[in-house]
């Protein structure tokens, strides 16, 4: 039999060296695409159900809420055990499956019963599902600044998108940031409707997280003195607020056979629309909320912060997917952040500031050199023993 294959093989040998080749291309193929990382990911199957109520202290979240979904997991298939943290106005259970257990039927397990603590929670209180992930899927990590912080060194261009002469910030959209914190909440921004979204979409991504900066949100800061003297509460400036951010549908109306929709879109987009909302009238005249208050752009209470060199910053995580190849996604994800930094409002860019496939790379190169140096090593001694020995 052996003889018959090596006469074959000399015979059709053009045969053997084409799948010689084609083997090798193969392997070559494969060996990009092994799923190699620097550090081995030994995280238990589990999934992790995220809470958020500002207005609870750590008792009542363990109470109202940490403790109820606990109880509402126990006889899920597959589950061994769960364990939970209760902070202020945040509660985060775990719930942690066999390892044979699929964990996207863990998911859906869990889903399920969530949809039936639901109603026993406080108002308002949705407990939300964490990412497919693990503790070691954050895979890169950038920040979101200004390329000049506070223009210094910027070119300057009145009445354009960038810096302006006076150390303002000019959005495309035309508002002027004037202060830090409208500064630092439209770098969140940027991060939140721009960079995120996009970064969701590479494949194997399974979600990004963002801190630093502030959400952006309009301050209304009324004065006693004013409101006094025209008479308005402050309960009746809150519901002049909320009349006046409203976006309903009107149904339709025919006209020439034809139908036409009509909605009432009442939305607030800018700090001008806050001030001209009509609070009251005095003697057929509207007052205006900003007759009464200072209306600007402000931040959301927050509880850490990010900086670049000492100067804020928005820092985001991109989370990989269980079990996909970190180099892989973190190559897509930079190509992707390299595309999208292009597109960024002028004076505002993105640094990656950790990238797991230059650290699994690296590891790579540093087993590569090992193994070679040991290998000369080995042939080195070899020939020096047995080099002798044939010498002699």
Do not use: C
């Not at 609070?279 to 209306?295: H, L, S």
């Amino acid at each position: 039999m052996i003889a018959r294959l090596i006469a074959l093989s000399v015979r059709a040998h053009w045969m053997v060296l084409f799948l010689f080749l084609a083997v090798a291309a193969l392997g070559t193929w494969q060996l990009f695409k092994l799923p190699i990382d620097a550090v081995p990911d030994i995280t238990s199957n589990q999934v992790q159900i995220n809470t958020v109520d500002p207005r609870l202290s750590p008792e009542e979240i363990e109470k109202l809420v940490t403790y109820p979904v606990e109880i509402s997991l126990a006889g899920i298939p597959g589950l061994e055990t769960t364990r939970s943290i209760s902070r202020n106005g945040f509660s985060q259970v775990t719930a942690i499956f066999s390892e044979s257990t699929d964990l996207y039927f863990a998911r859906q397990q869990v889903g399920e019963r969530l949809t039936q603590v639901t109603e026993n929670l406080p108002d308002g209180v949705q407990p939300q599902i964490g990412p497919v992930t693990t503790g070691l899927g954050e895979i890169v990590m950038y920040t979101v600044g200004y390329t000049n912080p506070d223009g210094k060194g910027a070119k300057k261009m009145a009445g354009k998108a960038g810096w302006q002469p006076d150390g303002s910030y000019l959005t495309p959209e035309g508002e002027l940031l004037t202060d830090e914190v409208a500064k630092a909440g439209y770098l969140r921004t940027v991060q939140d409707w721009i960079i995120g979204p996009q970064l969701k979409a590479v494949r194997g991504v399974a979600g990004v997280d963002s801190i630093g900066g502030y959400a952006k949100t309009f301050v209304v800061e009324p004065d006693p003195t004013k409101l006094t003297s025209y008479g308005i509460s402050y309960s009746e400036l809150g519901e002049a607020l909320e009349d006046a951010n409203l976006a309903v549908g009107a149904n339709f109306f025919n006209r020439g056979g034809e139908a036409y929709l009509v909605r009432v879109d009442a939305r607030v987009r800018s700090g001008d629309e806050i001030r001209n909302a009509v609070v009251a009238t005095r003697g057929g005249v509207p007052i205006t909320v900003g007759q009464i208050a200072d209306v600007k752009v402000g931040g959301d209470l927050r509880t850490g912060a990010g900086s670049l060199n000492g100067k804020e910053a928005v820092i985001g995580t991109v989370l990989m997917l269980i079990d996909q190849n970190s180099r892989i996604v973190a190559e897509s994800v930079t190509e992707k952040i390299d595309q999208v930094s292009k597109t960024l409002p002028p004076g505002v860019d993105v640094n990656i500031v950790l990238n797991r496939a230059e650290l699994v790379g690296a590891t790579v190169g540093t087993v590569e050199t090992n193994l070679t140096e040991g290998a000369l090593l080995v042939a080195a001694a070899l020939f020096l023993l047995l080099g002798r020995k044939l010498i002699n």
